[in-house]
T-cell receptor, first 113, second 118 residues
């Protein structure tokens, strides 16, 4: 089954404790992206990747890191999480052409205390 | 700056009535416009998209959207609403700008919660 998976689905952590949210897709997509969803703000793009070793900032990259060492994986790293990073996070992937549809993962709900 | 606006936080409609969810956009180049739907505790699912050509785009689950370049709008519509259409709807734009390489940023609206009443 074609899908985007994220782990963990739920995470409660404390300020400053480094964490990684994994994202994996099995569709051989070139493009992957991370979003955060906050009430009243919709989805905002954090980082995206055009291909292996090619990443770029979205609209809200501060406090996040990403890497793309393999085509299928695109982990999101929070080196020192803060409470304002409490949010619902989504990973998405697509083939990469401008009109291509994005496929979204199920989401990761992160709470930073 | 590129932007997408969904002016209504919530839209209520009776089952069987037509529905419209509004979206306006502002981009510097040619817009690629999308509608996605989010059901409770789920990720976003694609509904439809506008690339070029016919201004009326048909999508999944009986939804359609009308592209209006002069009004920079891309409103989502359905002739007869179902209770199962109740969900959060997002409009999004991908602006490829004027360069050949383009940009791969996406801009989403703030979302509109659709409530269909039985």
């Amino acid at each position: 089954e074609a899908q985007v998976t994220q782990n963990p689905r739920y995470l409660i952590t404390v300020t400053g404790k480094k964490l990684t949210v994994t994202c994996s897709q099995n569709m051989n997509h070139e493009y992957m992206s991370w979003y955060r969803q906050d009430p009243g703000l919709g989805l905002r793009q954090i980082y995206y990747s055009m291909n292996v070793e090619v990443t770029d900032k979205g609209d809200v990259p501060e406090g996040y890191k990403v890497s793309r060492k393999e085509k299928r994986n695109f982990p999101l790293i929070l080196e020192s999480p803060s409470p304002n990073q409490t949010s619902l996070y989504f990973c998405a992937s697509s083939w990469g052409a401008p009109a291509d549809t994005q496929y979204f993962g199920p989401g990761t709900r992160l709470t930073v205390l | 700056a590129q932007s997408v606006a969904q002016p209504e936080d919530q839209v209520n409609v009776a089952e069987g009535n037509p529905l419209t969810v509004k979206c306006t956009y502002s981009v510097s180049g040619n817009p690629y416009l999308f509608w996605y739907v989010q059901y409770p505790n789920r990720g976003l699912q694609f509904l439809l998209k506008y690339i070029t050509g016919d201004n009326l785009v048909k999508g999944s689950y009986g939804f359609e959207a009308e592209f209006n370049k002069s009004q920079t709008s891309f409103h989502l519509k359905k002739p007869s609403a179902l209770v199962s259409d109740s969900a959060l709807y997002f409009c999004a734009v991908r602006d490829i700008g004027r360069s050949t390489s383009g940009t791969y940023k996406y801009i989403f609206g703030t979302g509109t919660r659709l409530k269909v009443l039985a």
